[in-house]
């Protein structure tokens, strides 16, 4: 089981990350090679998990629910955080992700597959709208530019240098103007 050296209760004023760096990665690792699973004890206290459960109740904390009964995947439910997300609940996606991602590649390449993970989740706050999601247009523009062979510092970098539509990419796409955006970035995928 990968568990914190030492670890501290978890409702000890640890700050997450701290007390997330404390895991035994490692271990975590090799459990994840062995089994396809690895468990963390007492990574959430009682009051972060009280936190999380009250939030269930909650409709306004969610953008969609799935009954998992209508899509013949057995009983119950589960539902997706809206944005922005709670912080705990940031706090665990960013910090997870930033030491499980070494490890998705290395997977990913032992299976031959050449796919990577980046090493964090920083999305530049630009390409969010103020709800926290994504800019309307921009998942279809980012998977044209990619298509087109572009990389995604290529992408960045056109978004927030090009300023011939007038004005930069980004600024046409945050002020709901993304028809030019995307004839330009179909003419340049081609």
């Known amino acids: 089981m990968a568990t914190a050296p030492n670890p ?4 000890a004023p640890l700050e997450l990350e701290a ?24 990574l959430l206290g009682a009051a972060e998990c009280s936190e999380l459960i009250s939030l269930y109740a909650d409709a306004a904390a969610f953008r969609s629910t799935v009954v998992m009964e209508r899509h013949g995947y057995g009983r119950g439910e589960y539902k997706y955080f809206g944005y922005p997300l709670p912080a705990l609940v940031s706090g665990l996606r960013t910090n997870l992700y930033r030491e499980l991602a070494p490890i998705a590649n290395r997977w990913n390449a032992s299976l031959g597959i050449e796919a990577t993970y980046p090493a964090s989740l920083l999305v530049p706050a630009g390409l969010l709208g103020d709800d926290g999601l994504p800019v309307k247009g921009l998942a279809g523009l980012l998977t044209l530019l990619h298509d087109g062979g572009y990389d995604d510092r290529e992408i960045i ?18 002020e709901n103007r993304g028809a030019e955006v995307k004839r330009r970035a179909q003419a340049m995928a081609l």
């Open 157 to 174: 970098a056109w978004l927030y240098r090009d300023a011939d539509l007038p004005g930069r990419p980004i600024d046409a796409l945050r």
């Open 19 to 42: 007390r997330l760096r404390r895991l035994d990665w490692a271990a975590a690792a090799r459990e994840l090679d062995e089994r396809g699973h690895a468990i963390f004890e007492r």
């Open 8 to 11: 501290a209760p978890a409702d």
